[in-house]
C-alpha cells in the first residue's frame, strides 16, 4: 500500500450527496488542501461544467476529469471531491483507491432531488423532477455497487448533519491512518 494513501481523503457518491459542503467543512477541521474536481475541470475551461458536459460529450469529458484526478490525487494531505460520475472510469478508481482513503457518501434519490432542485449545473439533470427522478434511480443502479465496492468507508448522509458526518469521517480516517 502507497504510504501517502493514509494521508488523503477522497469523498464518492452520487450528486447532491453533499461531497463539497462535507469536503470544505473538513478541510477546514482537519487543516487540509480541498480540492472538489468538478470546480477543477470549471476553472481549467473557463466554463460551467454542464456547458463542458454538453460541447464535449461524456467520454471526453471522462477522459478530461482522469487527468485532473490523477494530477490531484498525486498530492498529500488533500480531500478531494469527486464527480458522482468519476468511478465509471476504472483508470479514476484506481488511482482513488490507491492513494487515498475512500470515503462513500450515500444519499436518498429523494434527497438528491431536494438538494438539486434548484442547481441549474447539473448536466445529467433536466427541469423536469419526475423525469430527474428516474435519471437519479438508474444511475444509483448502476453507480451504488462501484461506490460501495472501491469504498473504504461509508456514511449515510440522509438525517445526518455536516458535523455529524465530518465527525464520523474523522473518526474512521484517524483509525485508518494508524492502522495502515
Not at 476504472?90 to 438528491?112: A, C, F, H, M
Request: glycine share 6%; proline share 2%; net charge positive.
Amino acid at each position: 500500500m502507497n504510504s501517502d494513501k493514509k494521508k488523503n481523503i477522497f469523498l464518492i457518491g452520487p450528486m447532491g450527496a453533499g461531497k463539497s459542503t462535507v469536503g470544505r467543512y473538513l478541510s477546514q477541521v482537519l487543516n487540509m488542501s480541498f480540492y472538489d474536481s468538478d470546480s477543477e475541470i470549471e476553472k481549467r475551461t473557463g466554463a460551467d461544467i454542464d456547458w463542458v458536459f454538453e460541447v464535449e460529450g461524456e467520454s471526453e469529458f471522462r477522459i478530461r476529469e482522469e487527468k485532473i484526478i490523477n494530477e490531484l490525487t498525486d498530492k498529500t494531505g488533500i480531500i478531494l471531491s469527486t464527480g458522482g460520475g468519476s468511478i465509471l472510469s476504472l483508470k479514476s478508481r484506481d488511482l482513488l483507491q490507491s492513494r487515498g482513503v475512500v470515503i462513500y457518501l450515500r444519499t436518498s434519490v429523494k434527497e438528491q432531488l431536494l438538494r438539486t432542485k434548484m442547481d441549474k449545473k447539473r448536466p445529467l439533470l433536466s427541469l423536469n423532477s419526475n423525469e430527474n427522478k428516474k435519471i437519479l434511480r438508474s444511475l444509483l443502479v448502476i453507480r451504488d455497487p462501484i461506490y460501495k465496492k472501491m469504498s473504504d468507508f461509508i456514511i449515510d448522509t440522509v438525517n445526518n448533519d455536516i458535523p455529524c458526518i465530518a465527525s464520523n469521517i474523522m473518526q474512521f480516517f484517524h483509525s485508518f491512518s494508524k492502522v495502515s
